[in-house]
């Protein structure tokens, strides 16, 4: 006669799922990944708001010696409008240069300089071939 199962200990191997030590060590690795993680991509989002700042400073060198070209002086020259969050600004305008400044809402503490002329900020070549000086 075959034996029946009395209900005391389970019959056979019969596992399934995961055990709560494994969870825990999957949830571990995974905060030690997004903690390297998270840093690095916001380190990317601020060079990212830099390179807006000097697209818009370099937009802004086309614009003066076009104003400069019809008026011959930098006198009266306004920056145009930057891109989203970018506020770019003449600090300085002489007959013969100019020089302004670029910052980021999401950028804080970021200020990225540029000039023509006269008003080359100190350290920068004339015209800034690769760009703007950022801090």
């Not at 601020?46 to 700042?53: N, R, T």
Request: aromatic residues 6%; contains cysteine.
């Amino acid at each position: 006669m075959p034996r029946t199962h009395t209900g005391l200990a389970r019959p056979g191997p019969t596992r399934s799922g995961f055990t709560l030590i494994e969870l825990l060590i999957v949830v571990v690795i995974i905060g030690i990944l997004a903690s390297v993680a998270v840093p690095k991509f916001a380190d990317t989002k601020k060079k990212a708001y830099v390179v807006a700042i000097k697209q818009d400073l370099k937009n802004l060198v086309i614009a003066a010696e076009a104003y400069f070209s019809d008026n011959n002086t930098y006198v009266g020259f306004i920056a145009p409008l930057g891109s989203a969050g970018v506020v770019v600004s003449v600090t300085q305008a002489t007959p013969t240069g100019w020089q302004a400044q670029g910052t980021h809402a999401q950028a804080v503490g970021t200020v990225c300089v540029i000039g023509i002329g006269t008003n080359t900020p100190t350290g920068m070549a004339e015209g800034a071939p690769g760009g703007a000086s950022c801090k």
